[in-house]
């Protein structure tokens, strides 16, 4: 049985403006960690809400563990949620908030003490406890409002950006850290992200959502390499899928799919870095007029324009950085892609076509 | 840069407050030519009177009891004028019109209203037979009553600025941490008095201090309303300093009761200030 589904849900903040949540249709596995990812305005928020009852839907039904909450409170609906802020209450030390749901829920001191012991002791905060939240780090405040949503052991865990608030490095780690978690204990998880490391990293399954709709739903692997249309291929991945014009489709290719060939004895080669399956082509190939390159370390960035087929068009290739090659500015290099990691889209609706003919 | 500020604050605060010290410790009668140092002696008057003990009893009951009602009072306007309603901006006028009207017109207004023969209170009572016709309650003529009048009164006056101070704070607070506390499974009142209440409590500490400070040191209500009477049992320290020191000619004695209030208030303005400061900190 689904822990979280909905129905139809819609949310309009004001009548005759658009929906922030349209007709979303949602429905989590037991245990599962899901993400809601889109870029800020795309409603995954709005949605969180409605299903932790902050906010009213307009349309459509909530239902957790198969029975409709629209009518239940939050406090009701018996779910744990972190807030992006965190809001942990400043005035309580670190026990008075984790015990606060216990409290609420008419718990007798010895047992929520016991409990707030023991989440506390899963999040390795056991020391923090007779401090006020102004007191702590921003990593130790986030484990704080999750020891809180831990500690009644709720069956459904609704975590609202929880690592924005961090700084880079500690997010790499604290991401990490989270997930541990949630496998640990494995309460089915609602994650809302902008971010979309994140949500690859993280996630089983990825709601991808703009304007208030849910453009696609599936692993990372899926909307990744078999994106929905060209928001979530534009979306997804750093840098984005090139995308041109050939006529009435849009052609699309991941940067990655998109490398250098060397002509060697009248053969075009393929990078070393190219796995096998991908090595035995069809190709496609793109002459390339580079204009700038990014050098990242591991990898390069490498910009420019195509010529002769799909003329004019900007693309980019991203190459692992032990590929030589020098790409200066506005020199025309041999480039190709993959034909089978072609991606076809409509030109009006951005949705996936069948495959089309370059030729 | 700041000298006019200083030299305003000396000009009108310093130069009376330094007066009145002067004054308590002379021998000064309206008209008097001479000042002569008598030491305590008008401290000793003072406190020997019957009448000023009354007083300072009255002050410390009328302040306490009026800052209480207005204390609960703001706090529930507040809570129902938070939420958006058809209408709220008129409502919000309406309430703050007895702090923006001169407490003078209002408690005039209120002379009437408690009037012995034309009270409209008296009249709705009788015509609700709650009221004897014949006897019907003095509101400022029974000592109890003209109490319980006054402290009414001041609390009309000082609630529209404590619910614009609490509201302006609840608006501010964020809205995450009540929401977390409802989705943590906190009900109405949990949320009230464990997460809300105790979060304004800096900002509802200003406002409770402020109006301790007005009413402590204010005369206007209880001299327009009873002036005092019946027989000095609502006699307040400031209109006591004002009927001694000016209507009685007696500057000295006068100033030597408004100097019992200073102790209490500069206690009070410290307490302001600290939790002013701890309202910024956090």
Redesign the interface.
């Known amino acids: 049985m689904a822990v979280v589904a909905t129905r139809g849900l819609t949310k309009t903040f004001k009548a005759g403006q658009a929906a922030a949540v349209h007709n979303v249709n949602l429905e989590s596995e037991e245990g599962e960690f899901l993400v809601l990812l889109g870029p800020s305005g795309s409603g995954k928020t709005t949605l969180l809400r409605m299903i932790a009852g902050l906010e009213e839907p307009t349309s459509g039904e909530i239902l957790i563990g198969g029975v409709v909450v629209n009518d239940m409170t939050p406090r009701e609906r018996r779910i744990a949620m972190v807030f992006q802020s965190y809001a942990l209450y400043p005035h309580l030390t670190v026990l008075g908030n984790i015990v606060f749901p216990l409290k609420a829920r008419g718990m007798g001191k010895a047992e929520r003490e016991d409990k707030a012991g023991w989440a506390a002791g899963l999040l390795g905060i056991k020391h923090l406890l007779g401090r006020k939240p102004r007191e702590l780090s921003g990593g130790e405040r986030q484990r704080v409002a999750l020891a809180r949503a831990i500690v009644r052991e709720p069956t459904l865990f609704l975590l609202d950006e929880p690592l924005s608030n961090l700084d880079a490095k500690l997010r790499a780690s604290a991401r990490e850290e989270l997930e541990q978690f949630q496998r640990r204990v494995g309460t089915t998880t609602i994650y809302v992200t902008h971010d979309q490391v994140e949500a690859m990293a993280m996630g089983d399954r990825i709601v991808v959502m703009n304007f208030g709709e849910v453009r696609q739903i599936g692993t990372p692997a899926e909307v990744y390499d078999d994106p929905a249309d060209t928001f979530v291929a534009t979306f997804l991945g750093s840098p984005p899928m090139n995308l041109v014009e050939h006529r009435d489709v849009v052609v699309g290719f991941r940067p990655e799919h998109f490398f250098p060939v060397t002509q060697l004895a009248g053969r075009a080669a393929i990078p070393e870095h190219i796995r096998d399956a991908d090595r035995s082509g069809p190709f496609v190939p793109l002459n390339f007029r580079t204009s700038h390159e990014e050098y990242l370390g591991a990898e390069r960035i490498i910009y420019g324009h195509l010529e002769g087929r799909f003329e004019g068009k900007k693309a980019i290739s991203r190459v692992p950085a032990t590929t030589g090659g020098q790409f200066e500015s506005a020199s025309l290099h041999a480039f190709a892609v993959s034909e089978k990691h072609l991606k076809f889209f409509d030109r009006e609706k951005g949705t996936r076509t069948g495959r089309v003919s370059l030729a | 840069m700041f000298l006019p500020a200083v030299l305003y604050v000396l000009a009108l605060v310093g130069v009376p407050l330094i007066l009145a010290f002067l004054y308590s410790v002379g021998d000064v009668k309206v008209g008097s030519v001479g000042y002569h140092f008598v030491g305590l002696a008008n401290f000793r008057s003072v406190l020997e009177s019957p009448t000023f003990r009354v007083a300072l009893r009255n002050s410390f009951i009328f302040t306490i009891s009026s800052q209480i009602l207005v204390l609960v009072g703001a706090t529930i306007l507040a809570l129902s004028l938070k939420k958006a309603f058809p209408g709220r901006w008129l409502l919000r006028f309406l309430i703050l019109l007895p702090w923006v009207a001169p407490v003078s017109i209002g408690s005039i207004g209120w002379k009437w209203i408690l009037d012995s023969l034309y009270s409209v209170i008296n009249w709705v009572l009788i015509r609700l037979h709650l009221a004897n016709e014949f006897s019907p309650p003095m509101w400022l003529g029974d000592p109890k009553l003209a109490m319980l009048s006054i402290i009414l009164v001041q609390t009309w006056h000082m609630l529209p600025f404590a619910t614009v101070i609490i509201l302006a704070g609840w608006t501010a607070l964020?809205k995450?941490?009540p929401?977390?506390?409802?989705?943590?499974?906190?009900?109405f009142f949990?949320r009230l008095f464990?997460?809300e209440i105790?979060?304004m409590?800096p900002i509802i500490n200003v406002a409770v201090l402020f109006g301790i400070i007005f009413t402590f040191t204010d005369m206007t209500v209880v001299y327009i309303l009873t002036r005092g009477g019946p027989y000095d049992t609502t006699q307040v320290l400031p209109t006591q300093a004002f009927q001694t020191g000016v209507l009685g000619s007696d500057l000295a004695e006068g100033a030597a009761i408004s100097m019992f209030l200073v102790p209490i208030l500069i206690v009070v303005a410290w307490l302001m200030l600290r939790s002013a400061h701890r309202a910024e900190v956090?």
């Open positions: 964020p995450d941490i929401e977390a506390a409802e989705v943590d499974g906190a009900g949990r464990q997460i105790p979060m409590l956090t």
